[in-house]
């Protein structure tokens, strides 16, 4: 799956890809364009390269720390409008509270680390 793209994604087809018997919770986080002030819409530049490279290792990373069954992280480029979805991150773990806190870790690592930036139009 390719999780860095201009096209919006199915949140159904990525909870899906994390799925797995051996998982006791499946936690999704959605990021999306919220209404503010005269905000239009996001526009998101992004070095691709080394996105998708900090990407994968944020991946494994969290995989690792929080023992993880599986992680995907989709983060869309180029204008989004308000409303529309920005970025999912779906983790499934044997417990609730590793798939949660993995989540939160992974957002964080996202804008601490990635070369993604935004323009608000």
């Excluded at 949140?11 to 994390?18: A, D, G, P």
Aim: net charge neutral.
């Amino acid at each position: 799956m390719n999780n860095l793209q201009y096209k919006d994604f199915s949140i159904e087809t990525i909870i899906s890809s994390v799925s797995d018997l051996k998982a006791g919770a499946t936690v999704s986080f959605i990021g999306s364009v919220r209404c503010e002030d005269e905000l239009k819409a996001l526009q998101y530049e992004t070095y691709d390269e080394m996105a998708i490279k900090v990407l994968k290792q944020i991946r494994e990373a969290a995989i690792e720390k929080f023992g993880l069954i599986k992680a995907e992280i989709v983060h869309r480029k180029g204008q989004i409008k308000i409303g529309e979805k920005v970025v999912i991150i779906a983790c499934s773990a044997p417990h609730r509270e590793e798939a949660f806190r993995a989540c939160e870790w992974i957002i964080s690592e996202i804008k601490k680390s990635v070369p993604i930036w935004k323009k608000e139009i």
